[in-house]
């Protein structure tokens, strides 16, 4: 079935559930909210009550900026009336700069405070694929270390109050003839291998100049083949992004670094290509995912504050994350937290998400090891529903470089509860150090109907409560 289709029906139930158009049923409903509203809220989820009622929202005038009245033609190079369009919009005070519909090609698209890139029905955003478009270099992070890099697809830096909404696409055009291949090898690698265009010289001079503590401005590598993420708020205030439809993106699709209050909602993420990760917040507070479709080659939410040295050096956890009501198919990890992950994590929640596929590998990760570190604490999963993956819960210190490092990685105050596995290869596995084990995870209400119990290194004390592998009760570690 097309990723496309599956949003309406995703959405419906959600609507349905949500009791829309149910006139006849509102005495019933007002009374349901009033005994909702008498009730204790568990303790364990009040902090994702606390972000939905904290959450800063976006705001903008009711002005259109439609970007053929800055000179944008269908089917013709048209970066400069956007761009246009989006310096007058902000000079305005704000409001939405209007793709219509169509096919309109472009480089690399900044947005500035107070502008909603607004895509209509039937639009397409489509972009190019010629590297020397992305430049000048601009202020980004590259799995989770900084540098001067490609722009991404679209940027703001700094910014306050931006938006990209509407129903139309941004469609990025990477392929195996172009971005792709300068992954090098990559799973049956379907390119022609070239030296000459491999990031990984590129890669390894990044991480050794973060790791010497060199500036980030002076970080410009000898031969830049790090692909660019899609769409990347950086340092940025109140963000919406909303509806649109996200395909074929150079890297990771949705990746907004060190911002606050962000909102993702009603988005299709459907990429294949390597390091197709779907949303991947970076040291960022304050951010609701919901209602989104994740199809993607990579992880489909993968939470990270930062690699190894640069990440302790911003030492800025991701915070108060809230995912809900997703639907996951293909992909590395459903919900994520790692691997860059060194600047730490609290405070996620993610509940009633929806993931299956003979594709999907893993369900809830966590990744990690000890020369990333990083504490990992007040992380609560509750109603998530699989029907087919490899490995449902995984918890793994041995991530790449494994136990090589002095920067031991922690695990604390973790609660998985209403969480439903039809099918796996492996319920766990869960791999920690021999001087880092993992202890204290809470379970209650788990299942898994028809898997392996799977890996359990280094691992003990879990508070079971109604688990059950294979229809019989499992009653932990021994």
Not at 42 to 66: C, H, M, N, Y
Not at 230 to 241: D, G, K
Not at 259 to 278: E, L
């Amino acid at each position: 079935m097309d990723a496309q289709m599956l949003q309406p029906d995703l959405k419906k139930r959600f609507l349905l559930k949500a009791g829309i158009g149910a006139t006849a049923l509102q005495p019933l409903l007002s009374f349901q909210l009033q005994a909702a509203a008498a009730q204790v809220v568990d303790p364990v989820w009040a902090g994702a009550e606390q972000i939905l009622q904290d959450l800063k929202p976006t705001s903008f005038p009711a002005r259109d900026f439609v970007i053929t009245a800055f000179g944008a033609k269908k089917n013709k190079l048209c970066d400069r009336a956007i761009a246009a369009a989006i310096e007058a919009c902000h000079q305005a005070g704000g409001g939405r700069v209007v793709v219509p519909e169509g096919v309109w090609s472009t480089g690399p698209v900044h947005l500035k405070s107070n502008v909603n890139l607004h895509l209509q029905k039937n639009a397409v955003l489509s972009f190019v694929t010629d590297p020397k478009a992305y430049l000048p270099l601009v202020f980004t992070r590259w799995e989770g270390v900084e540098l001067m890099g490609f722009s991404p697809l679209i940027y703001a830096y700094k910014q306050q109050n931006i938006a990209i909404t509407g129903e139309g696409i941004l469609e990025g055009n990477a392929s195996g003839d172009n971005w792709w291949p300068w992954k090098g090898v990559w799973k049956h690698t379907p390119w022609q291998l070239d030296p000459a265009t491999d990031q990984k010289p590129g890669r390894d001079q990044l991480f050794a100049m973060a790791e010497a503590g060199v500036p980030v401005e002076q970080r410009i590598l000898d031969n830049n083949r790090l692909r660019p993420p899609f769409i990347q708020p950086y340092a940025c205030e109140r963000v919406l992004i909303e509806g649109v439809t996200i395909r074929n993106s150079p890297f990771w699709l949705i990746n907004p670094v060190l911002c606050k209050d962000v909102v993702i909602r009603g988005v299709n993420c459907v990429s294949h290509g390597p390091n197709s990760d779907g949303c991947d917040p970076e040291s960022c507070q304050r951010v609701l995912i919901e209602n989104c479709l994740f199809d993607t080659g990579d992880d489909c939410i993968a939470l990270k504050s930062g690699r190894n040295a640069d990440g302790r050096r911003l030492a800025t956890p991701v915070q108060q994350v809230l995912i809900q009501d997703c639907l996951m198919k293909s992909g590395h990890g459903g919900v994520v937290i790692g691997s860059e992950i060194s600047g730490g994590a609290k405070q996620i929640f993610a509940r009633r998400c929806r993931m299956s596929s003979p594709d999907l590998e893993r369900g809830l990760r966590i990744k990690t090891n000890s020369v990333r570190g990083g504490l990992i604490e007040q992380v609560a999963v509750d109603d998530i529903e699989i029907g087919e993956v490899k490995d449902a819960i995984v918890i793994n210190f041995y991530y790449e470089e494994g136990d090589a490092g002095q920067f031991l990685p922690q695990v604390k105050d973790l609660s998985i509860s209403n969480f439903r596995v039809k099918k796996a290869q492996r319920a766990f596995e869960i791999r920690g150090l021999p001087r880092a084990g993992i202890s204290g995870i809470s379970m209650t209400d788990v299942s898994f109907e028809q898997a392996s119990l799977g890996v359990l290194d280094n691992a003990s004390d879990f508070k079971l409560s109604n688990v059950k592998l294979n229809g019989k009760t499992w009653t932990g570690l021994k």
